[in-house]
C-alpha cells in the first residue's frame, strides 16, 4: 500500500505550511481521553506547522501586541486551512481522518485541550519541549504554531529527534509572569494563566496570550536536525 506522506507534505507545504510530520499516538491518547468513540482506531497524528512572522514578533516588548493578536488569530486560521485539506485528501484516498483546531484550549487554567498539539509533534520529529513549556523547532525555535490530524492512514512514521535548550534562558530572562524555570515540567502554569488573563483583561488583546517567550526562543542550534524542513 502506497505511503501518502509524500503527497500530504508536499500538499501542505503548497497550503503555506513550514513543517510536517506523522507520530505515534501510542501513550497521547491515553492522556487526553482519544481512546474511545471515533477517535478510538486512529493511530498516527500528523503534525503541521506555520512560521509565525519575525516582524510582527519583534515588536513585541514585555506584553502581547494587537498586531500579534490578528497575526495571531490568521494564523490559526490559516492552520485549520491546511488541516481541513489534508484531512480531505486523505479521507478521498479511502481512509480516516479527524483535523483538531489549533486553538482549542479546554481548560485554560491547566493549559488542557482536546490534545496536547505540541506532544504530537515531538512524536512527529518536529522538535523538543522547551523551558518555555512549548515546542522548541532546531530551526525555527519556539516561532510557530501547530495543528494535528488525526489519521489510520498507513503513513510513515517520524521519528522524536534528540533536542534540548542547554545554556540559553532567553524566554526565563524575560518571562513576564515568571512562570518558566529551569525544566518545562516545572513551568508554572497558574502564573502563566494569571498573567494571560491580566492582558486580556486590560484589553491589550482580545484572548489569552503573549508571546514574549515565543519571541525570546528564535531557533535551535543543531543544524543536522533540519530534515522536515523543505
Not at 20 to 28: A, E, M, T
Not at 67 to 74: D, E, G
Not at 214 to 221: F, Q, R
Request: proline share 4%; net charge positive.
Amino acid at each position: 500500500m502506497a505511503d501518502l506522506s509524500p503527497q500530504l507534505r508536499r500538499l501542505t507545504f503548497d497550503l503555506g505550511g513550514a513543517l510536517f510530520g506523522v507520530g505515534r499516538l501510542q501513550g497521547i491518547k491515553e492522556q487526553f481521553d482519544l481512546s474511545s468513540g471515533v477517535l478510538k482506531n486512529l493511530t498516527r497524528g500528523i503534525s503541521i506547522a506555520v512560521r509565525l512572522s519575525d516582524k510582527v514578533l519583534e515588536e513585541i516588548e514585555d506584553r502581547p501586541t494587537k498586531l500579534y493578536y490578528h497575526h495571531y488569530r490568521q494564523v490559526n486560521f490559516l492552520l485549520d486551512r491546511i488541516a481541513l485539506r489534508v484531512a480531505l485528501r486523505i479521507q478521498k484516498e479511502g481512509f480516516h481522518s479527524i483535523p483538531i483546531p489549533a486553538s482549542q484550549v479546554l481548560d485554560w487554567a491547566r493549559q488542557r485541550g482536546h490534545l496536547s498539539h505540541k506532544a504530537v509533534a515531538r512524536e512527529a520529529g518536529l522538535g523538543w519541549i522547551g523551558r518555555n513549556n512549548l515546542l522548541v523547532n532546531p530551526s525555527f525555535g519556539a516561532r510557530i504554531r501547530l495543528v494535528t490530524v488525526l489519521t489510520d492512514a498507513p503513513l510513515r512514521e517520524d521519528r522524536p529527534i534528540e533536542g534540548a535548550c542547554d545554556n540559553c534562558s532567553a524566554c526565563v530572562d524575560v518571562c513576564p509572569a515568571g512562570a518558566i524555570k529551569e525544566t518545562s515540567e516545572q513551568f508554572d502554569h497558574i502564573k502563566c494563566y494569571d498573567k494571560l488573563r491580566e492582558f486580556q483583561r486590560s484589553g491589550l488583546v482580545g484572548q489569552y496570550i503573549c508571546g514574549v517567550c515565543v519571541k525570546a526562543c528564535k531557533s535551535g542550534v543543531n543544524p543536522q536536525l533540519l530534515s522536515n524542513i523543505p
